[in-house]
Structure formats: C-alpha cells, structure tokens
C-alpha cells in the first residue's frame, strides 16, 4: 500500500484570474518534491502533496508575482535598555533571510517580525546580539503583556533597592569629601575607593553587565557609555590612590564621587523612567485584566466554575449581577443592562434581551443572564481588541525612520567625540592636563543620552493608542496616527454609518395593474412575500428590511431559486414557476430595459424625503416600487460640525441615488456629495478626491466599503461591519457614535504635537550639552560641565519626554474640557 504524502493548504494574495491561479499552478508543480499543486481562484488557496519545504513553497508563490501571508511572530526581547538597544536589536533582525518586517518596541519589550523566517532563527540571531529572546505564541498577546508588566513591577522594585543603596552610598562618600575631616588622610582615600568598589559591584553592576559585552561585539550602547565613564573615572582614581607616582604632578584627583553620583543619577533616572513606562501602557494594561480567570459553566442543570481556558462554543455560562462576561455569547434567558465602557467608550449602560450577542469583559449590572458561548480565546472580541492594540502600540511612524539612523549611529559617534575630547585637552588643555582630559572625556560619555531620543514616539504611540482604545477607538497600525492626524478630508458611506444601518420598508407602491379583482392588500402581501425571498440571499441592510417587513406580517415564506447579487445595483432570482424576478436600483432598471413614468415620479418625491426607492419587477413586468427609510444617526450632525470645526472638509460616497444622497447631506451639513458609485468605484472616488484635497480619511462598514477603506490615507471601519471591512481598516471604532471620528483625529493630532515637542527636546538636549560638556564654554567663559551635573542632565532628559509623553492622559474628548495642547 502506497503511504499518503503529506498535505499541505497555503492561502494565496494577489490572484484576480484564471490566469492568475494558473501561473501559481505552474510554479508550484515546478518545485521539487510537490507531486502534486491545485490551486482555488474562489477560496484563493493552494493545496499541495509531496515532500517540499514549506520555505520553498512560499519562494516560489513570490517569484511568480503573488505571496503567502503568513502570521507575524512574536518575540519576548529582554535586556533592552535604551533606543539603541532595540534599533540594534531590530537591525539584527531585519537583515535575517526570509525577514520582511521587523519592529521592536522599547516600552513594551516585544519585537514583531513577518516573513518566512522560523522563529528559532529569529530568536538564535537576537540571542548572539547579547539580548534574551523567546517566542510568544500566536495571539497570546495578553500573557506576554501580562509577563511584560510582571517583569516591569520587578524591575522596578530593583531598580528602588540599588537607587537605595547607591545614593547611601554617594552620602557617605559626599560627607567625607566636604565634611570635616574625621579620618585620617591616608585612610580617607581607600574608603572612598572601597565605598565606590562596592557601588560597582553591586548598584552599578547592571551597567557593566550589559554594556561591556555589548561593547566587544562593537554593538555599544547606553550602558556601554555609563561603563566606560564610570569606569575611567574609578581606574583612574584607583591609580591615584595605590599608585600616584605614576600620576603626573598636579593630576592626582580622586573621582569616587562622581563615580557615585553618576551611577546614582543614571539609576533615578531609570526609575522615574520605569515608573512613566508603566504609565504608558497603563490603558492596554487594563484592557488585559478585563476578562476574568473562571466562569460559572452550566451543565445538567448543575452550575460549577472552570477556567476559561476550559470553555468551548456552545457551552451554556451563567452570569451573575455585578459580574464580568466572560466570553463573547448570546443571551437564551434574563435580561440586564450592560456596562461596555471599556470596550465600546459609551458611558450609559445598553439594555440587552435574550437573543442579543453581548461581549466578553462587559459588566452584567443588575440581572443573571444565561449566556451560550459563541467565541473563546482569541476568538473573543476583546482578544481581538488587546491585540490590535499590541500591535498598534508596536508599530512604528514614518517620522521614527530619522530618528532610528541617528541612534543607531549615536553611540559609536559619542565614544569617537569622547576619545577626540581626551586627545584634545590631554594636547591643547591648561594644566593638569591629563586631569582636565579624563575629567570632561567622563562628562561627554555620561551627558550623551540616545534613549530620550528613541523614547520620543514609541511612548506616544502607547498612551495615544491606549487612550483611543478606552474611548472605543482602535489602531490597528499605529502608523494610522500619523496618517490620520494629516487628513484634510473626511469621507463617509451613508447606509449603516451615516445612518443607523436599520433601514424600514414604509411604503409599497403598486404599479402593475392587469389584475385589479385582486385586493390591494393580497397582492401587496404576495410581492412582498416573493421580495423577502430573494432579499434573503443579501446582507444589505435594505434587504434585511423588506425581510423584516415580511416577518412583521407572518407572511409564509415563499419559493425562489437562482439568486444572484448584482453588486451596487440588487439582485436577480426566479419564482417557483421558472418565472424572473429583478429588484434593486433606477439603474438596474435602465440596465433591463424597463421604464415605467408613474414609477419614477414616485421614486424622485421619495428621495427628496430621504427615502431609497428600490424597483421590482416579476416576469419582466415593473410592479412595486418599495420606499426604504434609515434615519441618521443622531451624532452625525455633531460629528460633522466638530470636523469643520477643526477645518476638515466633509463628504459622502454612497451608491444610493443623487436626490437621497444629498438630503442625507442636507440634513447632516456634510459639504461634498458622490453618488450613485458602484462599490469597485469607490476607490477610484476616493483617488479624485486625493487629488484635490490631498490625505483623506473614509469611514465604512460594509464589503462594498473595503476599496475605498484600502485606498483611503486612513480607513475607519464601524465594527458592527463586516470583517472584511475591518480588515481594509486601519482604525477600528467600537461605538455607534459618530464623535469618534473627530476625537480620533484630535487625539491623532495631539499625538503627533506630543512626538514633536519630544523629538526637539531631545535632539536640542545632544546638540547644545555634548558640546558644553567636551568644553567648547572654557576658551570664552572657564565654564566646565562636571561628570555629575552631566549625569543629572541625562537623566532629565528623559524624564521630561516622559512626563511630556504623560500629558496624552489628560486628553478628553472633543467637547469636554482639559485637552492638552496641540488637540485642534
């Protein structure tokens, strides 16, 4: 018997034909060891047998023009202590085979890399850099978040205990360096270097550890500079101290004390800086803890709690009042008020009645509710939510790319102009020298400061992010908070955002009159009946509301067949006899030849009442016209207005028809209308208006959406829309209001405010300090930056991109008060 050979599905980008399906066909079946390639232009898969590499395989996709997605890998980077550390950590991986993308967060510790590389590769190639990697597994986003803060708490109850110790330390040292002389003078030198021994040993341990090694790989970084002053300045003293014949006369300075003030300075410094770390990703944080460990399964009539983990689909939970959903379900029995704050940003509580879906990490207020499971893991919505806010926070502007050259380049630039200084005072200097040449070599090592640089976006991307997340409004690039601050245009779909996206059939109008001895109301019935029938094979909401209709009447369901959707103008089937039926748009009309006075007279009143009229026709006859109300939302007219309040221009792409189109605009203030769009020109809209405003932002919800989300600057996707809609986003947001989208763009503003601000100060900060701190001031003013002073000065730097960083939480949305600068 012949063994199976193994099998193997890859999904397949970029094929729009035959043609397409059969070149990939082609390439595949070219690789040796495939026995055999087929490929699927409809599910857009390749499935293939044989013994080939699945790294062969994807090589193969890509050379024949299309390519492989492949899920990101996620990596646990530890060791990190500065910009240049994750720059160089990043570098590393993005010059691996196989690597498309990589993207390595200081604040969070976790690096992101897409591509065909294995993840063991990954993590051996970061490990030779010096730096601790493991994989976290695929959409376990909250455990690793959770680990991150775990190791963040504990690095930050060290960083107190050497804070501590060290500037006990530096006391000591400060006391018999200006107190009154209590000890012997030839003992008072071997205290200070015993007491600065200790210190580096113990407190300043950590910067030797990680900054030599980083060093002789001729990958330095700031503990490497921290190493290197500290370092000179204790050898330095160490010779003065056991050997000072060998110290030229007027040289022999002791500078323990600066030792120790540095390491104490450089120590606060991280502290203050893990402290705002933590503060940062505070928002996502929260996000993580909102779904509780066990949940009160149901089974046999008995009530017992498991782990989630344990909780499969279709499992019966039952809620208590006052507890958290657990996982995203459907209610069977009760009925409560939910609090959905923190997913949805809405503050009042949503009634929510057996039949309702309701979402894992809301608050059940005042009633038990029996819930059947409908999702669990990383199925859940809220999974969903915490990883799209990882992701976000991990992502990277395009004004970071500046800002990663220079860091990369910083500190080989910095021990170059330390090693410059040396020479230069040793050469140029006033006696002592040698004195003056260690002293300001140590000042320039200790002054320069890569980390507030590398700080100054990835801290703002997670308390931006963060903060859109708690007002229901998700990132799913981070980049988006660039793009999105910069929109000169907003453009929005009409039916289900614009409007409430629960349109109502109000009228039907009958127009065929060849059977007048049947009654009105029969035949009404009939037509609708037969409409609902074919509305059923659609999603769009005009058809769920002649569906609905038919079901508020109890009318029997009638039977119909060969359904087909004509996109952006309705759809076609035949009636149980064989006989046609045609519903949809005035064009879809044109298309079919049918024309009928009375129908468009009706039609044209309707739509300037803000009414859709859909045609229907059976057996090539035009014999209802049905009216379609969905009323606006009631935060368009605001949102409209915040949005020209901020000098953002307005407009709407909709495939409904002219009259409708611009009542809804009338009726919203919004300034541009385009109608009548079929859905594969609603990209080709949103080009024309690039074009003559420049970046635009489009918010949608539906499939016919999705072009004109992926070719928008920005796209924002309603997430009661459908999953491909949210997919060609790049924001996501959460509510049904409408204040979203300006609050999105002020917030994305503020932001970009925030990053600026950050970048100058702490390019300012390197350009003016290092200068002062080689000496550039003593040939005009004798002023002299000591090591320590210019330790403090580092750590500042720091601290205030993050307390900068920080004002983003005060941020409040449009409307409300307190907003910090920068938000309009």
């Not at 057996?354 to 809220?382: C, F, K, P």
């Not at 959460?734 to 979203?740: A, D, I, K, Y």
């Amino acid at each position: 018997m012949t063994a199976t050979p193994p099998f193997l599905t890859l999904p397949i980008e970029g094929m729009s034909c035959a043609a397409c399906s059969m070149r990939v066909e082609k390439a595949l079946q070219d690789v040796p060891g495939v026995r055999t390639a087929r490929v699927n232009l409809a599910t857009g898969t390749a499935q293939i047998t044989g013994t080939a590499t699945h790294e062969a395989l994807i090589i193969a996709v890509e050379q024949a023009g299309y390519s492989v997605p492949t899920p990101p890998i996620q990596l646990k980077i530890g060791g990190m202590s500065c910009a240049a550390c994750s720059v160089r950590v990043e570098k590393t991986l993005k010059d691996l085979p196989g690597v498309r993308t990589a993207h390595v967060n200081l604040t969070t510790g976790i690096a992101r890399i897409t591509g065909t590389a294995p993840a063991q590769t990954l993590i051996h190639a970061v490990r030779q850099t010096g730096f601790e990697a493991d994989a976290i597994e695929q959409n376990n986003e909250r455990d690793a978040i959770q680990e991150h803060q775990t190791r963040m708490v504990q690095e930050l109850r060290n960083l107190k205990r050497d804070l501590l110790f060290s500037f006990i330390l530096w006391l000591i040292i400060m006391a018999m360096e200006h107190g009154p002389a209590l000890i012997p003078t030839h003992l008072h030198a071997i205290l200070q270097w015993a007491l600065a021994s200790i210190a580096l040993l113990g407190p300043g341990r950590r910067f030797y550890k990680a900054g030599i090694p980083a060093l002789l790989r001729r990958h330095p970084n700031m503990n490497s500079l921290v190493s290197l002053g500290t370092g000179a300045a204790y050898l330095y003293s160490s010779l003065v101290v056991f050997f000072p014949s060998l110290m030229p006369e007027g040289t022999q300075h002791l500078y323990f004390e600066s030792v120790l003030s540095i390491i104490t300075l450089v120590l606060l410094g991280r502290f203050l800086e893990a402290r705002a770390k933590g503060r940062t990703s505070a928002a996502l944080e929260k996000l993580t803890r909102l779904q509780p460990q066990e949940a009160h399964l149901l089974t046999d009539g008995q009530c017992r709690d498991v782990p989630i983990a344990q909780i499969q689909p279709d499992d019966l939970l039952l809620i208590r009042p006052g507890e958290r959903v657990p996982l995203d379900g459907v209610i069977l029995e009760g009925e409560s008020h939910l609090d959905e704050s923190l997913l949805t940003g809405e503050p009042m509580p949503t009634l929510r009645r057996s039949g309702d879906m309701i979402i894992g990490g809301t608050v059940n207020q005042e009633g038990a509710l029996t819930v059947r499971a409908t999702a669990t893991g990383a199925d859940t919505m809220l999974a969903r939510i915490i990883s799209m806010v990882a992701q976000a926070q991990a992502g990277k502007l395009p004004i970071q790319s500046l800002v990663d050259k220079v860091t990369l380049w910083f500190v080989p630039a910095i021990i170059l102009l330390a090693a410059l200084t040396f020479c230069l005072w040793l050469v140029l200097g006033p006696q002592p020298a040698l004195g003056y040449a260690v002293a300001n070599t140590i000042a320039v090592l200790i002054a320069a400061c890569p980390c507030a640089m590398g700080l100054a976006t990835p801290t703002a991307i997670m308390v931006g992010t963060g903060k859109a997340a708690e007002m229901g409004i998700l990132f799913r690039k981070g980049e988006a908070l660039q793009t999105l601050g910069s929109a000169r245009l907003v453009a929005f779909d009409k039916t289900g955002t614009l409007t409430c996206g629960q349109p109502r059939l109000t009228d039907i109008y009958l127009l065929d009159k060849t059977t007048p001895e049947i009654p009105v109301r029969a035949t009404e019935n009939h037509l609708l009946a037969l409409a609902a029938a074919v509305e059923r094979q659609s999603d769009h909401p005009m058809a769920l509301a002649i569906v609905r209709a038919a079901e508020e009447r109890s009318l029997p369901p009638a039977t119909v067949g060969h359904a087909r959707t004509i996109a952006g103008r309705g759809i076609e089937a035949q009636d149980e006899h064989g006989k046609s039926l045609h519903i949809g748009s005035r064009a879809y009309m044109k298309t079919l030849g049918v024309y009928n006075a009375e129908a468009n007279r009706i039609a044209d009143s309707l739509s300037q009442k803000g009414a859709s009229p859909l045609y229907m026709v059976h057996d090539g006859k035009l014999v209802a016209l049905m009216a379609i109300t969905d009323p606006v939302r009631p935060s368009a007219v605001k949102a409209i207005t915040a949005l020209k309040l901020r000098n953002i221009r307005t407009a709407m792409i909709t495939g409904d028809i002219e009259a409708t189109a611009q009542h809804i605009a009338h009726l919203t203030g919004i300034e541009d209308v385009i109608a009548q769009v079929m859905p594969q020109e609603k990209g080709n809209a949103i080009k024309d208006l690039q074009k003559i405003h420049g970046s635009v932002a489009f918010i949608g919800d539906g499939i016919n959406d999705a072009p004109a989300l992926a070719q928008a600057d920005t796209g924002l996707a309603i997430s009661h829309g459908t999953d491909i809609a949210i997919e060609a986003a790049d924001l996501v947001l959460t509510g049904e209001n409408l204040m979203s989208v300006p609050n999105a763009i002020t917030l994305s503003r503020a932001t970009l405010t925030i990053i600026r601000e950050n970048l100058f100060w702490a390019f300012a900060y390197n350009i003016v300090l290092l200068p002062v701190a080689a000496g550039l001031l003593y040939p005009f003013t004798g002023t002299l930056l000591s090591p320590a002073l210019a330790a403090g000065a580092m750590a500042f730097s720091s601290i205030f991109v993050l307390c900068n960083t920080l004002r983003l939480l005060r941020f409040r949305p449009v409307g409300q008060a307190d907003t910090p600068a920068g938000n309009g």
